[in-house]
């Protein structure tokens, strides 16, 4: 079985920071199309921030020059430093990512997977 399991959520004040990890586990050969997603009650799951397998990264308007997604490809781990957070990034954010594996008989399989989601609480 292959999965994303993250943590680092939490409870902060404004202007405060968390790093969110994002691990897969299971015999996965890599990870590709990584990326944090968050959402927020109410309202549809958005797009916070991706990276490439290169280390192109891509962010949401809200959250450039605060955010900083990377990636640590030989231990297939995402991350996302989140600084300066503002009560309106309280959300549930979800890793994501293409887990690429073999089958026992040799044949790819490629799981486009998410995480469980982890709580971000900013408040004073």
């Known amino acids: 079985q292959v999965q994303l399991v993250e943590s680092g959520g939490g409870l902060v004040q404004p202007g405060g920071s968390l790093r969110l990890s994002c691990a897969a586990s299971g015999r996965i050969s890599s990870i590709t199309a990584t990326g944090w997603y968050r959402q927020a009650p109410g309202k549809e799951r958005e797009l916070v921030a991706d990276?490439?397998?290169?280390?192109?990264?891509n962010y949401a308007d809200s959250v450039k020059s605060r955010f900083i997604v990377s990636r640590d490809s030989a231990n297939n781990r995402i991350f996302l430093q989140m600084n300066n957070l503002k009560p309106e990034d309280t959300a549930v954010y979800y890793c994501?990512?293409?887990?690429?594996?073999?089958?026992?008989?040799?044949?790819?399989?490629?799981?486009?997977?998410w995480g469980q989601g982890t709580q971000v609480t900013v408040s004073s």
């Open positions: 990276i490439t397998r290169g280390g192109a990264t």
């Open positions: 994501r990512a293409d887990l690429l594996y073999y089958l026992d008989n040799g044949s790819p399989v490629v799981s486009a997977s």
